[in-house]
């Protein structure tokens, strides 16, 4: 499958554990099967994405492209392109900011709202921006497009994700910067 900007995501379907392969088109009775085998990370095919440029393939852990709407959630990339910051569109902190709107339809206004109270990561990988793309991790080359004009996210290693469904007790206010407000 390939984006609209020529990034190529290769064979999307998942392998299960037992060998049988699912298509993209099968996604929806992955239910079924969770529902019957408890199913870890691992026993799951990992995404692969090959850089258009360079032709790395960029491993994640992850069966496909994280749906944004689906899953009710924001995603940014950092500047460097390489880490993933994930939140709830129904986090208190995240609606204070912006209203009760989700994160692919904000516009200009808000998303700079959100940026300004967005703390860099923390690994130095620059700030959180909604004009980041996700980027080839050996040579930097655009290889997923930014929310706003992509709805599938790419979950790097090492990422932020503060969706509190699975991680409880997190929440975007621990990317804020300490105020909570924008710097003046």
């Known amino acids: 499958m390939k984006t609209a900007t020529g990034c190529d995501y290769g064979d999307t379907g998942s392998q299960l554990a037992n060998g049988s392969r699912l298509r993209n088109d099968d996604h929806f009775r992955v239910?079924?099967?969770f529902a019957t085998k408890e199913m870890k990370r691992e026993d799951i095919k990992p995404l692969v994405v090959k850089c258009p440029k360079c032709g790395f393939e960029n491993a994640f852990n992850q069966p496909y492209?994280?749906?944004?709407?689906?899953?009710?959630?924001?995603?940014?990339?950092?500047?460097?392109?390489?880490?993933?910051?994930?939140?709830?569109?129904?986090?208190?902190?995240?609606?204070?900011?912006?209203?009760n709107k989700h994160p692919w339809t904000l516009g200009e206004e808000s998303q700079r709202r959100?940026?300004?109270?967005?703390?860099p990561d923390p690994s130095g990988g620059g700030?959180?921006?909604?004009?980041?793309?996700?980027r080839c991790l050996k040579?930097?080359?655009?290889?997923?497009?930014?929310?706003?004009?992509?709805?599938?996210?790419?979950?790097?290693?090492?990422?932020?994700?503060?969706d509190p469904l699975g991680n409880p007790g997190r929440g975007?206010?621990?990317?804020?910067?300490?105020?909570?407000?924008p710097p003046l």
């Open 31 to 33: 239910a079924f099967v």
């Open 65 to 99: 492209g994280y749906h944004t709407g689906f899953g009710n959630q924001g995603f940014l990339y950092n500047e460097a392109g390489n880490r993933t910051l994930i939140w709830s569109s129904f986090d208190p902190d995240y609606i204070a900011v912006v209203g």
């Open 114 to 119: 959100l940026e300004a109270i967005l703390q």
């Open 127 to 134: 700030k959180w921006l909604f004009s980041n793309p996700a």
């Open 139 to 162: 040579c930097r080359n655009p290889i997923a497009e930014p929310i706003g004009t992509n709805v599938y996210y790419l979950e790097y290693d090492g990422s932020l994700n503060l």
């Open 172 to 181: 975007l206010k621990d990317a804020m910067n300490v105020s909570g407000k």
